[in-house]
């Protein structure tokens, strides 16, 4: 299904055109009421009508998380405040928050994308969606309500937490979708199995971003709560949720080209690279009016699929993200994503997807643990067993990234669960 | 049923666990009759035989234990030096390995009970039986205290 075939299945040329056209007004747009932006093409000596085609988009300067921190609170909008009709803020982990402003039409476009998202993934109007999303500064609560209130689903704003309560109204009201963070997701499977209840749900998709979650991972969502489990991409700093959206095909993610560009680019070299490349993800906003963005470096790992899609949309995909390079471990050397450990984690029969990355320095040395939980699937008596357990875990971490970890088997239930995004990695480096 | 069902623990190798286990079976009125503890370089292995098995694997479960059950043998063995060699003896010439073996706390009329894993069940019940060597059956382990 696809909620507005007009837009989503224009022909590349006339998208590429809007895209021009809109991306002309937006330069405009912030060159004069933005000082940060006045100041950064000054510096780059580039004015918006030097930008002739798309293909002048490399000439423009980046926009990082630093320059949003820097401008906090207000200093991106392009908007009085009282044009501003709503503002949220990303967890700043280190000092200030980036906060983002939303006017009354950024608001609409923002549920008008999140619609089309949820439709993409299999979504209907007829669906009753527990949006398990947290509400709050954090995008992802408001971002899925609107959106699924826009497509005219019933939605339940539960927010994220409350695990038992939560299961208890999944089974109660016949909740079809689920919308959570995957960590958040697996730790509900958990307990709804824990319960016996795993016949009482009625769930038919999830929908979960947030965080970077591996295909297994799907997988196993997918056969124990028997749903279709799809990946939604989305950052606050350029919207929130329903930036870009997995179609039924599963194969990678639209991105809403209407209203973001997308650039890859080497995150050493900060240079474009071709569709297809693995780099990282630049957007640039198109459409938004309080607060747009000029190539904002997302941090993400992903690639661009130029190919068309067999759902018939023309707005191109992005591969599911690898990491973030802010999540992105270097051990000895060696680049090491998180979800790359847990590709290997959820190969092995029975192993429980419950896990933490403790990165260490031992006589100037990087060390990384892993930690596993042991669960009654994989728990034998002779430690023999366990002990091969270990070791295959070490091998093939060694052969899919060429690095020798410490694995270390836990009692169940040790690792903590997370209700929102998962903290998979403890870095103990003092660098 | 000559057959015993011993249960086995995952316990991490730090300050308090073993605690951990035996205070919820103490809670739960579960007397443990013989207990070994396994270990490798950071996680352990608590074996132990009770006199109903199912219940504390339940208990250890609900209370977020990793457990399973095993079974395991317990023969009696007459507590005087050069027995033990004798019925190792009868296996080895069975060909029977053990993979584990710990010893019974109480005594039972001049006898020692030892608890062994071995590699072939069936094989050592018929080489007990036909070594006179005496196997110990559930009920038998409620009558000793």
Request: proline share 4%; net charge neutral; hydrophobic share 40%.
């Amino acid at each position: 299904m696809i909620y507005d075939d007009e837009i989503e299945t224009l022909p590349r040329e006339a998208l590429e055109a809007l895209q021009f056209k809109r991306l002309q007004q937006t330069l405009e747009r912030v060159y004069a009421l933005v000082p940060f932006y006045k100041e950064a093409f000054k510096k780059a000596n580039i004015l918006p009508e030097d930008i002739k085609s798309l293909k002048d988009l490399h000439k423009l300067p980046f926009t990082t998380k630093d320059d949003l921190r820097e401008s906090y609170p207000y200093g991106m909008f392009s908007m009085p405040i009282n044009k501003i009709v709503r503002i949220h803020a990303s967890s700043g982990t280190t000092g200030k928050p980036t906060v983002v402003g939303y006017s009354k039409a950024d608001i609409e476009e923002w549920a008008q994308l999140m619609a089309r998202s949820f439709v993409a993934c299999g979504v209907t109007d007829k669906d009753i969606i527990q949006n398990a999303y947290g509400y709050g500064l954090f995008t992802g609560g408001l971002g899925a309500h609107y959106g699924a209130e826009k497509l005219g689903a019933a939605v339940i704003p539960i927010s994220g937490g409350n695990t038992k309560k939560q299961i208890m109204i999944m089974v109660d009201f016949k909740s079809t979708v689920l919308t959570a963070t995957p960590s958040y997701a697996q730790l509900l499977a958990d307990t709804i199995e824990e319960m016996g209840l795993l016949d009482k749900i009625n769930l038919r998709v999830g929908v979960f971003g947030a965080e970077p979650w591996s295909e297994n991972m799907r997988q196993k969502l997918e056969e124990k709560l028997r749903i279709n489990a799809m990946d939604i991409y989305g950052l606050s700093e350029i919207m929130g949720p329903g930036v870009a959206i997995e179609c039924e095909a599963k194969e990678g993610l639209h991105i809403w080209e209407d209203a973001f560009i997308p650039e890859i680019i080497d995150p050493q070299t900060l240079e474009p690279l071709e569709d297809g490349q693995e780099g990282e993800l630049v957007i640039t906003t198109i459409k938004k009016q309080a607060m747009p963005l000029i190539r904002y470096r997302t941090k993400d790992i992903t690639r661009i699929i130029k190919e068309p899609c067999k759902c018939g949309r023309t707005h191109r995909r992005i591969q599911k993200i690898l990491g973030r390079s802010d999540d992105m471990l270097i051990i000895r050397g060696v680049n090491v994503f998180p979800s790359q450990i847990e590709s290997v984690l959820m190969e092995i029969e029975g192993l429980a997807p419950h896990y933490q990355l403790i990165v260490d320095r031992v006589n100037n040395l990087d060390t990384l643990e892993v930690q596993v939980e042991v669960d009654s699937k994989v728990f034998s008596d002779e430690i023999k067993r366990l002990q091969s357990l270990q070791n295959q875990i070490q091998k093939d971490i060694k052969d899919l990234l060429g690095i020798t970890t410490k694995v270390t088997l836990v009692e169940p239930r040790t690792i903590q669960r997370s209700e929102g995004k998962a903290k998979r990695v403890i870095d103990k480096r003092k660098i | 049923m000559k057959r015993l069902n011993q249960i086995s623990v995952f316990v991490e190798n730090k300050p308090g666990r073993l605690l951990d286990v035996v205070e919820v079976l103490g809670n739960n009125n579960i007397d443990i009759k013989a207990i070994s503890l396994a270990d490798s370089s950071d996680f352990g292995i608590v074996r132990f035989i009770c006199e109903d098995p199912k219940f504390a694997h339940e208990i250890l479960t609900k209370n977020g234990f990793t457990a399973s059950l095993t079974e395991v043998l317990a023969i009696a063995i007459s507590d005087r030096p050069g027995s033990l060699a004798k019925v190792l003896k009868s296996f080895k010439e069975s060909n029977i390995n053990i993979e584990y073996m710990y010893g019974f706390s109480a005594k039972i009329k001049d006898y020692a009970v030892m608890i062994i894993k071995v590699s072939d069940l069936e094989e050592t019940i018929k080489c007990c039986i036909a070594n006179n060597i005496q196997i110990l059956s559930q009920s038998d382990i409620k009558s000793i205290v």
